[in-house]
Nanobody, 119 residues
Framework: QVQLVESGGGVVQAGGSLRLSCAASGRTVSTYTMGWFRQAPGKEREFVAAISWSDSSTTYADSVKGRFTISRDNAKKMVYLQMNSLKPEDTAVYSC????????????WGQGTQVTVSS
C-alpha cells in the first residue's frame, strides 16, 4: 500500500506559477515511478509528467513541456510539480500517482488538488 496526498493547488492568474507537492508513505517509494495527471471538467484524465524510479529521468506531455518541471526527493518521500507560465487551459484537478517499477500501469493515486488559472 502506498498513500499519496497532494497539496499546493489554488487560483492564479494566467502567466503565474504554482508548485504542487505530493507526500508519499507506506512503502519504499524510491522503487516507484511517480507521475502527475490532470482532469478538467468534461474531459478525460490526461498524463502531465513523470519521473522514473531508477535514474530520475523525466517525461512531459507536449502541452506542458518547457513550462512544468517534475522532481522528487526520495529522502523526504516527496514529489513536486513546478508549474510556470500557467494558461487557462491548465485548469484541472491534478493528481499524483505511483507506478511500481515492475508494473506497467500506475497502481496508486492521490485524491487530487484543484488548480484554477484565470484569464
Amino acid at each position: 500500500q502506498v498513500q499519496l496526498v497532494e497539496s499546493g493547488g489554488g487560483v492564479v492568474q494566467a502567466g503565474g506559477s504554482l508548485r504542487l507537492s505530493c507526500a508519499a508513505s507506506g512503502r519504499t517509494v524510491s522503487t516507484y515511478t511517480m507521475g502527475w495527471f490532470r482532469q478538467a471538467p468534461g474531459k478525460e484524465r490526461e498524463f502531465v509528467a513523470a519521473i522514473s524510479w531508477s535514474d530520475s529521468s523525466t517525461t512531459y506531455a507536449d502541452s506542458v513541456k518547457g513550462r512544468f518541471t517534475i522532481s522528487r526527493d526520495n529522502a523526504k518521500k516527496m514529489v513536486y510539480l513546478q508549474m510556470n507560465s500557467l494558461k487557462p487551459e491548465d485548469t484541472a484537478v491534478y493528481s499524483c500517482a505511483a507506478k511500481y517499477f515492475l508494473s506497467r500501469k500506475y497502481d496508486y493515486w492521490g485524491q487530487g488538488t484543484q488548480v484554477t488559472v484565470s484569464s
